[in-house]
């Protein structure tokens, strides 16, 4: 197919790649819907979405509704006379006037091969179930939650020191030039319905499963604090002060879990031990434990909570 008339509905980085790869194939983005800007940081000042920046950066005209439920959202979105809308991580759930308005209805670019993680959190979840592969779908949305039949899927092998952080970017990729394919192909590709087995869910990350529980076994625990880097992380407490561990090396010891076994701050945990290797001070930049062991003592026998 030629150049199409695209709504693109979007929020995060990964959203931001797809963005990117649809405007450089020559499509026409008539209008960009985002996640309103929000207070971040330690300043927690307002600041825009990543697809919200870089539309505007483009000239695109940028729409962040708090719903699309209301008749007035409806009718502008269905008065863009879009072909498709492309979406990747937005945020917002989209109503059945939404989904049928564009000629070739809404195609959504999810970071799983489907069904498996369906929901907001698939490039954690797979990491921290010991996933050995993963991957992107590109599917036509329905009322359900990711649960459209599909229409392209490409898989990902994940490495035994892969990380949330580095999964996304791989994926991101990956999404941006499956979502061009599909729209090069839209009328000759066959909705496939997604089986009825092996349907998993990938709930949202919630704070409390931030914190490391050292019973866990460390091979558990390794995919638990990779599932989680860089963001939000992992972490645990040394005498009240909170420790993100962004990166850790499964290691030999045993003892009470969350005691440090040695000067290079292998901690036990239910089963073996761990030795992080990237850890973050609150306040401060990530190191190497290294760096931080020489300004910052962390004896044996030290309990972490």
């Known amino acids: 197919m030629g150049a199409l008339r695209i709504v693109f509905m979007g929020t995060p980085a990964f959203a931001a790649v797809a ?67 492309v979406v990747a991580a937005y945020g917002l759930i989209l109503p059945k006037a939404i989904l049928e308005a564009p000629r070739y209805g809404c195609l959504n670019i999810h970071a799983s091969l489907l069904p498996r993680w369906r929901g907001a959190a698939p490039i954690q979840r797979a990491i921290m179930a010991g996933d050995a592969e993963t991957g992107v779908t590109i599917m036509r949305m329905e009322e359900g939650l990711d649960t459209g039949p599909m229409l392209l899927k490409e898989e990902l092998a994940i490495g035994a020191d892969t990380d949330a952080g580095a999964l996304h970017d791989a994926l991101a990729e990956i999404g941006a030039r499956l979502i061009v394919r599909a729209l090069e192909r839209l009328p000759e590709l066959t909705p496939v319905p997604q089986p009825a087995d092996g349907v998993t869910y990938a709930a949202k990350i919630a704070k409390e499963e931030c914190r490391i529980d050292w019973r866990r076994g460390a091979a558990e625990l390794d995919r638990h604090i990779r599932g989680l880097s860089p963001a939000p992380g992992a972490f645990t407490e040394i005498n009240g002060e909170r420790l993100t561990i962004l990166a850790a090396d499964v290691a030999a010891g045993s ?44 004896p044996k026998g030290t309990r972490l909570a």
């Open 255 to 298: 003892g009470a879990p969350g005691t440090i076994l040695d000067d290079r701050l292998t901690v036990a945990c239910g089963e073996g031990a761990l030795r992080p290797t990237l850890v973050k001070r609150a306040g401060k930049r990530a190191m190497s434990a290294e760096e931080m062991l020489r300004g910052f003592a962390v």
């Open 19 to 85: 963005l990117k790869a649809l405007l450089d194939a020559g499509h026409e983005v008539v209008a960009v819907y985002s996640q309103p800007p929000r207070p971040k940081g330690r300043g927690m000042e307002t600041q825009k979405s990543p697809v919200h920046m870089l539309a505007e950066e483009q000239g695109i005209a940028v729409r962040t509704p708090a719903s699309l439920r209301d008749a007035a959202e409806t009718a502008a979105f269905a008065a863009l006379n879009a072909d498709v809308a």
